[in-house]
């Protein structure tokens, strides 16, 4: 099993298998959408259509689920961006203790299952008698966006090292101007990816939201309203295949911004 | 530090030499804010749900008596209510299993044997499943497993329709068509779950050393000892990290369970209906907190096996 030789066939079909099987599924989605049966899921779909596009567009019940979904994900991924780069900060420049307890609190919010988080913020609202609002909503997109940023930012703290903040400060700059001048230009890539992690991650959250949004609708719930009562079938899929281009966008995105990033930050190897 | 070599002319100078002299005082700085906010929102919420765990409700009047109580842990031993959670565990594990079986060649392939742009293809391959719509794929399954739908078009299409309806015909796993048993139920878990599994995995097995594996191979190994003896072993780490996930998220979905599935239930959608409809906020809450210990107790033994580096 020499890394450097030609692999053998069986684990090149049994990988590009499960491309396949991760890939297909979503192809489906796609297809649906212009199926002219609108009452079951026959496949093969018996005709195709592209009027569902303009059903979508002119349906009512969608437009408002889709603003407060951007709005959420919008403030989550800005609070996150925040706490995230300051918590990342503190653990590249030092060692301190509790360190360890401080990484496991920030991968808490994903680690442990979506129910427990929401559940927990459904009882605290309860016993602080906080209503249900935009606010309860942002609250929890936030926790488990924060480790999101914290990772990129992290990883780039790391590359950035200790010897270009020492130049900056041995040529006068006080740490305003060294944040301002080194480490947010070179932060700045990762941040952003980051944020547009942190976006699409919100932009998506269902589990959470459903404990912490009451009788709002995110785009994300009204899809889900749509999957235990559906109507207009086709209609969730050209939802779908928003909701699909709103995440693979910034992901690609996200891609490209860090990819040529060990070669750009070359600093403090 | 002195003023001589440090002339202080404004109060951003003054402060960095005082971050200077105090470099902890910056660091408490930073942290102030995230732990703030964590500790107040996520662990003040943790800590809500648990202290509800310990009420308990009244049979009669159904209204939450707030005194410390151990009856609704009791009730989670009850017949029905464990079967539950058995069925939960269950499933994550096999869910888990699954992951790693499948998972396996593509981090693998992906970690030494894609180049330049297959690179790029692999790696894209697999996030953007991860971070599309969860609920978009759920729905996709719900197409592919409905009765009408391109499985059972395809399994009569290669004339295997009577081992599809064979399969179905299988007492407990099996339903009244694929998106009404716990096969659909867990091909979707599988499906949602597995690049968590894959990314992880690969991250691992590309720190594997080369030298290693020409070491493995000088000492005479073939491949599946080489592959048993050195890659698996090295490869743990990352197994454990995408476990984590894997078995986390199995534990604590009911979404899934709820779109795709026979009507019995699983965790997540216990402590849904009874903080909903049926009110139960105490046993809501002692069943939110199983997947509590069960994780805890997987994430110290995974950190103590340094699979947190592999994240």
């Known amino acids: 099993m020499r890394s450097d030789g030609r692999p053998p066939l069986a684990l090149t079909l049994a990988a590009v298998g499960g491309l396949l099987f991760l890939h297909l599924p979503i192809v489906l989605i796609f297809l649906y959408a212009f199926t002219t049966e609108e009452r079951s899921y026959q496949f093969p779909p018996p005709g195709l259509t592209a009027k569902w596009f303009a059903v979508a567009w002119n349906r009512a019940d969608i437009w408002p689920p889709l603003y407060l979904s951007l709005r959420v994900a919008a403030i989550s991924s800005a609070m996150a961006l925040v706490l995230g780069t300051l918590c990342a900060a503190a653990m590249a420049r030092a060692r301190f203790f509790g360190r360890d307890t401080v990484s496991l609190l920030v991968v808490l919010p994903i680690a442990l299952p979506g129910i427990i988080t929401g559940m927990s913020l459904r009882s605290a609202f309860a016993i602080g008698e906080i209503p249900f609002s935009t606010f309860t909503i942002v609250l929890g997109h936030a926790t488990f966006c924060i480790v999101i940023v914290y990772?990129?930012?992290?990883?780039?703290?790391?590359?950035?090292g200790a010897s270009m903040l020492e130049a900056s400060a041995d040529l006068g700059a006080n740490a305003f101007q060294t944040f301002a001048h080194v480490i947010l230009p070179n932060l700045g890539s990762a941040l952003l990816a980051g944020g547009m992690l942190a976006f699409a991650l919100s932009f998506d959250e269902v589990i959470v939201t459903t404990f912490t949004a009451g009788q709002q609708s995110t785009l994300p719930i009204w899809m889900l309203n749509e999957l235990v009562r559906p109507r207009q079938r086709p209609v969730t899929n050209v939802v779908a295949i928003v909701v699909v281009m709103a995440t693979f966008l910034p992901i690609l995105a996200a891609y490209y911004l860090t990819r040529g990033a060990e070669e750009t930050a070359g600093g403090g190897k | 530090m002195s003023a001589a070599t440090h002339p202080a002319r404004g109060p951003g100078d003054r402060l960095t030499g005082l971050f200077w002299r105090r470099p902890k005082l910056l660091t408490a700085l930073l942290l102030l804010p995230p732990l703030l906010w964590l500790g107040?929102?996520?662990?003040?919420?943790?800590?809500?749900?648990?202290?509800?765990?310990?009420?308990?409700?009244?049979?009669f009047s159904g209204l939450v008596v707030p005194e410390f109580t151990l009856r609704t842990y009791g009730e989670l031993l009850i017949p029905s209510n464990f079967d539950i959670i058995l069925r939960t565990v269950t499933m994550a594990a096999a869910v888990t299993l699954a992951a790693v079986v499948l998972a396996f060649p593509v981090a693998y392939f992906a970690a030494r044997h894609a180049k330049g742009r297959w690179k790029a293809v692999f790696y894209l391959g697999v996030m953007l499943p991860l971070w599309s719509s969860y609920l978009v794929k759920v729905y996709a399954w719900k197409l592919i497993l409905a009765k009408e739908g391109i499985v059972t078009w395809a399994a009569e299409g290669i004339g295997a329709g009577n081992v599809l309806s064979a399969v179905l015909a299988t007492p407990v796993i099996g339903g009244n068509s694929l998106s009404t048993s716990y096969i659909g139920t867990f091909l979707v878990f599988l499906y949602v779950w597995l690049p968590y599994m894959i990314l992880p995995m690969q991250a691992a097995l590309e720190r594997v050393p080369a030298s290693m594996l020409e070491a493995s191979a000088d000492l005479g190994a073939g491949g599946w000892r080489t592959l048993r003896s050195v890659i698996l072993p090295l490869a743990l780490p990352g197994v454990i990290a995408g476990s984590i996930f894997t078995f986390s998220l199995t534990l604590g979905d009911y979404i899934i369970p709820q779109i795709i599935g026979s009507s019995r239930f699983f965790i997540g959608q216990t402590v849904f209906s009874l903080q909903g409809t049926a009110g139960n906020i105490p046993l809501a809450a002692a069943f939110a907190v199983v997947p509590i210990v069960i994780m805890l107790v997987y994430l110290t033994l995974a950190r103590k096996s340094g699979a947190f580096d592999a994240l």
Not at chain 2, 41 to 56: D, E, K, M, N
């Open chain 2, 40 to 59: 107040v929102v996520y662990i003040g919420s943790l800590v809500a749900l648990l202290v509800q765990s310990f009420y308990s409700i009244d049979r």
């Open chain 1, 151 to 160: 990772n990129n930012a992290v990883a780039r703290f790391r590359r950035l």
